[in-house]
């Protein structure tokens, strides 16, 4: 019995020892599997927060009242906040974007159990320092072994740089539909093969093409036949070309005529954008503003003929009266006679002032009126408009008085003519308008840039003056301060207004100042170019020999010293004997012929050293005269002074290009005419000192 006890505790013994043993092993198997699973924890761990380190998205937990319970470590770098912080409400770093209202109600139905789930969704949170971020969300619940709900575990994506950029590209795309409503334009999209892919129309064009319905058709189907190779060709060339290629057509619309522009664009190798726009409008107003422009190139054309011919008949009957009035001057007169005969050439004077003030003022208005520079000295031309209104001032017992400043430059390269009809309209209305005192011209440097001078010119008078409310008026055309019908002073009311319109060559401006029964002060300035010392060189020789011919004009008869063959064309018999009378005084005897088909015909029988050309004469006139005298290739070929009442510049340019050597206008001038012979007469006669 005994011995059956100890072997039953032997027994229970080796049992005990061995279910010992196997529950050690057991043990030691469980705790290297529990190291193995939470080295392999860890690990992934590990890999999870590397991973969430390198990307924007974050994990986090809340519990079924909404507190959030854990927060990924990353949370720090993407958001700013500490991870460690706990029992927040996940909604508490949401913003007042509406967006998230509806977030919100989502998650709390899902917690109360009236959602089975909660799809991705969209949230913008504050960060730490109050700056807004845009989250995508993904939700996993996590239930229990009684199924019941015990967390929510998220993950938050940070997509505010792809939140901004889509932001920008929808305002973008706004700005781009806004401006494309704008504009007035038809814009079709096409393939490189001319298939239609897409279109955008604000106006009736795209219905009229039926634009929506010819989607995929080719370019030649959509248009009408009569453009067909004008548009394929526009597209086929700025494909080419890589260059907008702009065509015009005209489509019919509602049985009109609209006519249309198409710009070709090239946007990339295989796609072609048409812009439509409809420009019958345009075309219509630049078909009004042709017709326009054409009725005022007639009536203008109508307006310039109508001064060239009432020129060209004043003149002609002026040029016998002064002409005539001048050689009778020279005659033996009593006093009384030679009033009379001064009356007349005074009155011969004005009106052709008056007449020269008009075609002025014509060919001003017209812009016609360019500037001709040469070297000149600017004392001499102001001398010179000085003498041509001396004898009224001297007849009117009106000094007249120059003071240059010294540091005034002598010479200068610029329009010499223009300069002195400034000057003689503004001295010509002091003499006028003064009728004791004096009149003086002052001339100041102000500055000299480069080579250019800017000269003040002031005109002094002590004349009747000009009210303050009338100075305005000064400078309009056809207007005079006293233009009563008891005025004492004539005139056409042009030569200011000339003034004014020459100094804008000039850049130049006028100004005045003028008090009532005391005078007049006129101011203006000009930019002239300075000379170069080769040139002023020339004008000084120039000027020398002009001063020995004034000086010797007179003394003896020139034909003595040129002996010079003069065959005069003109058919007007008043200024043929005019001439002729004229010539005689210098010794000549000129032949004679009517039309230029006779002087012609007397050029082939003899030769003349000089022909003065009447430009409008019956049969053939003196231009067709001059081409065909031009064309006999003669080895010494006259010299042609062409003689006309025409006093356009247009028209002189037209003499000098039909062969004419110079012009002379009505009415001729003996010192004139004096001075292109002895011209004449040193080319044929060089050695004659």
Do not use: W
Not at 105 to 132: C, H, M, Q, T, W
Not at 232 to 261: I, S, Y
Not at 367 to 377: A, P
């Amino acid at each position: 019995m005994i011995y059956l006890l100890l072997f039953l505790a032997i027994f229970l013994a080796l049992v005990l020892a061995y279910l010992l043993f196997r529950t050690k092993k057991k043990t030691a198997l469980l705790v290297q599997e529990l190291n193995e699973l939470k080295e392999k924890y860890d690990e992934n761990q590990f890999q999870l927060d590397f991973f969430l380190d390198h990307t924007s998205d974050f994990l986090f937990k809340f519990d079924t009242d909404g507190i959030v319970t854990y927060s990924s470590m990353n949370v720090v770098r993407v958001m700013g906040r500490n991870p460690n912080i706990r029992l927040a409400h996940y909604s508490t770093s949401y913003t007042d974007n509406p967006i998230n209202a509806k977030a919100r109600e989502r998650i709390d139905g899902f917690l109360a159990g009236k959602y089975d789930s909660v799809p991705p969704y969209f949230v913008e949170v504050n960060d730490s320092k109050g700056d807004p971020h845009m989250l995508e969300v993904f939700h996993k619940p996590i239930y229990n072994d009684q199924g019941e709900l015990v967390s929510v575990t998220g993950i938050a994506k940070n997509i505010t740089g792809i939140y901004n950029a889509e932001l920008e590209i929808k305002k973008f795309e706004k700005e781009q539909m806004l401006i494309l409503d704008a504009i007035p334009d038809t814009m079709f999209t096409f393939d490189k093969r001319g298939f239609f892919l897409n279109y955008h129309a604000k106006n009736e064009m795209g219905v009229i093409l039926s634009a929506e319905k010819r989607i995929g058709d080719n370019i030649v189907d959509i248009f009408p036949e009569s453009i067909i190779s004008l548009m394929t060709a526009g597209l086929k060339k700025a494909l080419e070309t890589d260059q907008m290629q702009t065509v015009e057509f005209k489509l019919l619309v509602n049985k009109k005529d609209h006519f249309c522009e198409g710009r070709f664009i090239k946007l990339t190798e295989d796609r072609i954008l048409l812009m439509m726009r409809d420009i019958t409008a345009q075309k219509q107003l630049e078909e009004g503003l042709k017709l326009a422009k054409e009725a005022a190139e007639n009536a203008n054309q109508a307006k310039s003929t109508f001064l060239a011919t009432m020129s060209h008949e004043i003149r002609t009957p002026m040029n016998g009266v002064i002409g005539m009035t001048n050689l009778l001057n020279e005659t033996l007169l009593n006093p009384e006679q030679r009033d009379y005969v001064e009356t007349i050439k005074v009155s011969g004077e004005t009106l052709l002032r008056i007449l020269n003030d008009i075609l002025d003022y014509s060919r001003i208005e017209s812009g016609k009126v360019t500037l001709e520079d040469s070297v000149f000295g600017l004392k001499r031309v102001v001398e010179e408009s000085l003498n041509l209104v001396a004898y009224e001032a001297k007849g009117k017992k009106v000094g007249l008085n120059l003071i240059i400043d010294e540091n005034v430059p002598e010479f200068f390269f610029a329009d010499r003519n223009r300069l002195g009809q400034i000057l003689v309209n503004l001295l010509s209305n002091a003499v006028k308008f003064t009728e004791r005192g004096f009149v003086s011209v002052r001339i100041s440097l102000i500055e000299i840039k480069g080579d250019t001078a800017n000269i003040e010119f002031k005109i002094q008078d002590t004349g009747i003056g000009v009210a303050k409310e009338e100075i305005k008026n000064l400078f309009k055309e056809f207007t005079q301060v006293e233009s009563s019908n008891s005025r004492r002073f004539g005139g056409s009311g042009l030569g200011l207004a000339i003034v004014k319109n020459l100094l804008k060559l000039y850049n130049g401006k006028v100004s005045v100042q003028s008090e009532l029964g005391v005078g007049s002060l006129f101011s203006f300035n000009v930019h002239l170019k300075l000379a170069v010392e080769e040139l002023v060189e020339g004008e000084i020789n120039k000027t020398a020999r002009s001063s020995r011919y004034e000086l010797s004009k007179l003394a003896g008869v020139l034909s003595g010293k040129y002996p010079l063959k003069i065959l005069l064309a003109e058919d007007n018999k008043i200024n043929s004997k005019l001439i002729c009378l004229i010539l005689e005084r210098m010794g000549y005897i000129p032949t004679l012929a009517k039309t230029g088909l006779e002087a012609l015909s007397k050029m082939q029988e003899e030769t003349y050293d000089v022909i003065l050309m009447d430009v409008q004469m019956p049969v053939m006139d003196g231009l067709d005269a001059t081409k065909q005298i031009k064309a006999l290739n003669l080895d010494t070929p006259p010299y042609i002074i062409g003689i006309s009442a025409s006093a356009f510049d247009e028209d002189v340019q037209k003499a000098l290009e039909s062969g004419m050597d110079d012009y002379l206008i009505k009415p001729v001038k003996f010192d004139a005419l004096r001075e292109k012979l002895i011209e004449v007469g040193q080319r044929r006669f060089p050695f004659v000192s």
